[in-house]
């Protein structure tokens, strides 16, 4: 679980779990990563002994989604486990639906299991701007996403995940990228248990464009693809206006001149865009990007058993 300065609503959230059943029959540990923020001092007071709490200190604020990666590349090392659920610390995402991802996971062993959002308490300007990003991801990067970090990992899958460099950035939106097995059910969104969210919509957007940025060689080639066709059909304009020009009587003094100027800055735009794009994608593809693996030592500042 990654958090940043909300240990109110976590001590809620760890009652809650350590009241669940089904992980009495598991071996079970929560680990916290405390994303820069100061540490709760009488955490140890205010939780039980069962789960197991240990914190993640990182030596500054990096976003919960890195947070996350490097929270998988500790483990990896780290520690040995059959499965790893990543959830969020706010209560959103609801510890009674950690039975039905575990039930999953007894179906599917070799599988990523996501909870898909079949409902959100978000407003409705949130919900409208959810669905059109959801549609701007699938349009630029040809796969669907309804999910997000509330999943559970199999052990074996670990080591694989914390190799791709784009869970840094977004993890399902890299999960669906690195083609790893994965498998979705229906959840609903829960209520956050205390306090305030810190998310805004500068920092949704962000969010938005991040999932997409990871699928940068297909988006990007979608866009080329897009501005090479916008400016193919803004030449055929010139053309079609040329021959309006001279070859037919349709033509109106001076509208040809104006309409060939702004074509052809359209063209010039469209050929531009699909330029650079493409020394975007030569360049990115001959630097090799650094995994979650190679970078979370130095983000870590320090590890702390609290029960």
Known sequence: MPAYNDWESFVLLYQQIARLEVL????????LINDGGPPELELSQRCGTFPRLYILHLIRNVGHQRAIALGLAFISEKVKCDAVIVMDSDGEDRPADIERLLA???NQPGFIVFASRTKRREGPWFNLFYQVYRLIFRVITGSKISFGNFCIIPGS?????????????????????SKLPTVSIPIERGKRLAGGSKMNYVSLIFHGFSAISVHLEMSSVRIIVASLGLGLLALLGIIAVVVIRYFTDLAILGWATSTCLGLG?????GLTVGLVLTFVILTYRMHEPLTPLTLYPAYIERFEEIT
């Open 24 to 31: 009495k029959s598991y071996k079970v540990a929560i680990l």
């Open 157 to 177: 899958l670990i080591a694989k995940l914390v190799h791709v460099p784009e869970i840094m950035s977004h993890l399902a939106s890299a999960v669906i990228k």
């Open 265 to 269: 800055i359209i063209a010039l735009q």
């Open 104 to 106: 999953e996971h007894k």
